[in-house]
């Protein structure tokens, strides 16, 4: 059997004609396997939707109950037969409740890994590497110059901030699903142990983590009376990166704009969003995360989708590895 036949890229998303059903389909169809929560791979109208448990709670929280015609929780690890094919969900490292989807049809498996990770994360599982014949991998950061810092180094960046400036605001721009859940946290193991505050947009998600099992500690929204902006002196409040330059960030404490992202690594981004203390945090592999995962699964074939995709597939053919760019369209870089 040829890997075609197990999973092709179609204008929908990838499909399994085996199991006819889609991966992370751009629009809705009869059945769609879900990697994780993010919009551009979680949508909704579909017929029936697998995901983990809390990916389909995420779409819940974002989409309302009714946001497919059926739904069923995926356990990991644990394979499910669709038609033809097996599937299995495996942690991808991403965000809470992402997953790999393992697809396998007549000795032939293939693991699309949605979007994956391999840095600490302790807001979701980590990124498990799983044997197969062909790994279908993210590019977000696929070249050479993407070599994230630690993590804890960034976070240590605000603390420092935090301290030098005790009169100021700090105000984080960080994406709703993950990557604001994630500063939160390391924050807190950090030893921050005051109020974080939250943009209204941000609320939701904060608490669906919490009932997951994931402690933030003491949250408050951002609301700010006009005679009461001192109060904010000194504090961290978190919010999506487009409220940065808007008119609601200026009604805080001489505010130090912040913005954690993997895109942060990129100086004239950080200077065109006018983000005075860039973070360098990604929710998304690095070009090392990524190699290093390809040679530790040692597929036969590695497909290559969701950003830029040449410099991988060209690092694949340097060592041997057979790989393949998808062109896949649908799927967003910026909301990193």
Request: hydrophobic share 40%; aromatic share 8%.
């Amino acid at each position: 059997m040829r890997p075609e036949d197990v999973l092709l890229p179609t204008a929908a998303g990838l499909f399994c004609p085996p199991g006819n059903f889609h991966i992370d389909p751009t629009h809705p169809v009869d059945r769609a396997l879900i990697t994780h929560g993010h919009a551009d791979h979680a949508r909704a109208g579909h017929g029936s939707v697998l995901a983990t448990s809390e990916t389909l709670s995420i779409m819940g929280a974002r989409y309302g109950d009714n946001f497919a015609g059926t739904t069923q929780a995926a356990q990991l690890g644990r394979p499910i037969k669709i038609g033809g094919a097996e599937v299995a969900f495996h942690p991808a490292g991403h965000v809470l409740g992402s997953a790999q989807i393992a697809v396998s049809a007549k000795g032939l498996k293939i693991v699309a890994s949605g979007d994956y990770k391999r840095r600490h994360d302790p807001t979701c599982r980590a990124f498990e590497p799983i044997p197969c014949e062909v790994f279908i991998s993210e590019a977000t950061f696929a070249l050479p110059v993407f070599r994230h810092p630690e993590p804890a180094v960034e976070i240590q960046k605000l603390l420092t901030s935090l301290a030098q400036f005790p009169e100021r605001a700090h105000l984080v721009g960080a994406y709703s699903l993950g990557k604001a859940q994630r500063v939160i946290k390391m924050l807190r193991n950090a030893g921050w142990e005051r109020t974080i505050y939250l943009h209204g947009s941000m609320e939701k998600l904060c608490r669906l983590y919490e009932a997951a099992g994931i402690g933030l500690g003491r949250l408050a929204p951002a609301t700010l009376a006009s005679s009461a902006q001192d109060d904010f002196a000194g504090a961290v409040i978190v919010c999506p990166p487009s409220q940065i330059a808007e008119r609601w960030a200026r009604r805080f404490p001489d505010p130090v704009a912040c913005f954690a992202s993997g895109w942060m690594g990129i100086r004239q981004r950080a200077k065109q969003a006018n983000v005075e203390l860039p973070l360098i945090l990604s929710d998304h592999a690095d070009w090392d995360e990524l190699t290093t995962t390809i040679v530790e699964i040692n597929p036969d074939e590695v497909w290559v989708t969701h950003g830029r995709e040449e410099a991988l597939v060209h690092w694949c053919g340097l060592r041997g590895t057979a790989g393949r760019p998808l062109h896949m369209v649908g799927y967003e870089e910026e909301a990193e």
